[in-house]
C-alpha cells in the first residue's frame, strides 16, 4: 500500500517549456488535490477533483491544467513555465472532509 | 480567503517541554485538522476534531476547539527531539482544504 506517489520528486525546466506532474493514489479515494508550497505562503490549492472525470479551480489555477481520467490519477501541467512556477508541489487525496493524505513532493524548479 | 492562520509562526522549547500553537480560522466549519510537516517531507494527518468537540486527545497531543472564537490549539506534551517540525491546521470548506503557514516548531534536546 503505497498510499500517495508522485512523479517526478525533482525537476529543473526552462522558462517556455512544458511538463506534467503525475499523482498515483492507491486508496480508492474521491477526492484529490493538488497544492504549491512557497516560503511564508502556507500550502495554496492550484485545482482539485471530487471525482473520475472532474476538475474544479482552487485558490491559484492560472498557467496550470489538470486531467483525472481515472479514478487513481490526477495530473498537473505545465503548458509555459514560467520562473514564477518555481515551487515545491503536493498532491493529496482524501475521502471527503476526514483527512487527506499527501505525497512526498515535487521540487520544481524553472529557470 | 478561508485560510487560518497559525501562531506563534515559529517556537523553540527544550525537549521535555508542553508545545502549544493556535489556529484561528474565518468560517463556520464542520471539522478542523492538524497537520505535521517534517523538513522536505509531505503533511502528514495528525488529528481531526469536530465542530461538536471541545477537546480531543491523541497519545502527547491534545487539541481544543472553541466555535465561538473560531480559534483552535494543538498541545505537544513532553516534547521530543522527533517533533521538530512544522505544524498546519486545515479547514475543509466545500470539497476544498484551506492550511494556514503553520507553526515551525524546534525541540532542542
Known amino acids: 500500500n503505497a498510499g500517495v506517489t508522485q512523479t517526478p520528486k525533482f525537476r529543473v525546466l526552462k522558462t517556455g517549456q512544458s511538463m506534467t506532474l503525475l499523482c498515483a493514489q492507491d486508496m480508492n479515494h474521491e477526492y484529490m488535490y493538488w497544492y504549491r508550497q512557497d516560503p511564508g505562503m502556507g500550502l495554496r490549492l492550484i485545482h482539485y477533483s471530487v471525482g473520475e472525470g472532474t476538475t474544479a479551480k482552487g485558490e491559484v489555477p492560472d498557467g496550470y491544467n489538470v486531467s483525472r481520467l481515472k479514478k487513481q490519477n490526477f495530473l498537473l501541467g505545465l503548458e509555459s513555465a514560467a520562473p514564477s512556477q518555481t515551487s515545491v508541489y503536493f498532491c493529496?487525496?482524501?475521502?471527503?472532509?476526514?483527512?487527506?493524505?499527501f505525497g512526498q513532493g515535487t521540487r520544481l524548479t524553472v529557470v | 480567503s478561508q485560510q487560518g492562520e497559525e501562531d506563534p509562526q515559529a517556537l523553540s522549547i527544550q525537549e521535555g517541554e508542553n508545545a502549544t500553537m493556535n489556529c484561528s480560522y474565518k468560517?463556520?466549519?464542520?471539522?478542523l485538522q492538524w497537520y505535521r510537516q517534517n523538513s522536505g517531507r509531505g503533511l502528514v494527518h495528525l488529528i481531526l476534531i469536530r465542530s461538536n468537540e471541545r477537546e480531543k486527545h491523541s497519545g502527547r497531543l491534545r487539541v481544543t476547539l472553541d466555535t465561538s472564537k473560531k480559534s483552535s490549539s494543538l498541545l505537544i506534551t513532553a516534547s521530543r527531539a522527533a517533533d521538530t517540525a512544522s505544524y498546519f491546521c486545515?479547514?475543509?470548506?466545500?470539497?476544498?482544504?484551506?492550511f494556514g503557514t503553520g507553526t515551525s516548531l524546534t525541540v532542542i534536546p
Open positions: 493529496a487525496s482524501s475521502w471527503g472532509n476526514s483527512g487527506a493524505f
Open positions: 468560517t463556520s466549519i464542520n471539522n
Open positions: 486545515a479547514t475543509p470548506w466545500g470539497n476544498q482544504f484551506y
